[in-house]
Structure formats: structure tokens, C-alpha cells
Nanobody, 125 residues
């Protein structure tokens, strides 16, 4: 079992930036696995935001965040990041990181095996 811990959420004005981090608790490592970020707004389904391969070479983004968000990872620190720039009110959601037991990331929720508890991001207009 891999326990993930997200951090970096908060309240920011529209146009601002936040960086989310995701690490594994209890010394577990996910450096060999694909990772993803998802989000869930109130009353909506959880949706894909970004994914990254184990090496960090390949990334994928939803159309709604492409050009504004960047996913990256530091395997030496066992951490995955989501840099969010030019935030909009519609980006308000709980953000979750997830691990997929594959070298590849994915945009499909069902492809992921472990999830964090989430961190709240609120963008004020």
C-alpha cells in the first residue's frame, strides 16, 4: 500500500499561481511508476488534470489546463509537482495525486492504484 500526501493548496486570486506537491508517506517510493493529478469540484465528477511517466520525459494535460499547468517530478525526492499558473475561478477544486503501477501515466481514473487525500485549491475571482 502506498500512502500519498498532497500539499500546497490554498486560496489565491484569479491570475495567481500555486504549486502542489505529492510525496509518499512512510518512506515508500513511486519513482518507477506513472503519476497523475486529478481534481474534483463540488457537485462534479473527478476529472483528469495532468499525468507524467516514471522518467518524467512524457507528460499529458487536459485541454482546460494546457499551457497554464505543468506537471513534473523529482524521483530523488520522491515527489511529484503540479505548477499552476494563471489560475481561474473554474480551477477551484480538491486536487488529488495518484500512482499507477505502470511506467506510464494515464488520463483514466480507473488506471490508478493509489490516491492521496486531496488538497483544496480555491481561486477567488
Amino acid at each position: 500500500q502506498v500512502q500519498l500526501v498532497e500539499s500546497g493548496g490554498g486560496v489565491v486570486q484569479a491570475g495567481g499561481s500555486l504549486r502542489l506537491s505529492c510525496t509518499a508517506a512512510s518512506g515508500r517510493t513511486f519513482s518507477r511508476y506513472g503519476m497523475g493529478w486529478f481534481r474534483q469540484a463540488p457537485g462534479k465528477d473527478r476529472e483528469f488534470v495532468a499525468a507524467i511517466t516514471w522518467s518524467g520525459v512524457s507528460t499529458d494535460y487536459s485541454e482546460s489546463v494546457k499551457g497554464r499547468f505543468t506537471i513534473s517530478r523529482d524521483n530523488a525526492k520522491n515527489t511529484v509537482y503540479l505548477q499552476m499558473n494563471n489560475l481561474k475561478a473554474e480551477d477551484t477544486a480538491v486536487y488529488y495525486c495518484a500512482v499507477r503501477r505502470s511506467v506510464y501515466g494515464s488520463s483514466r481514473l480507473d488506471d490508478y492504484d493509489y490516491w492521496g487525500q486531496g488538497t483544496q485549491v480555491t481561486v477567488s475571482a
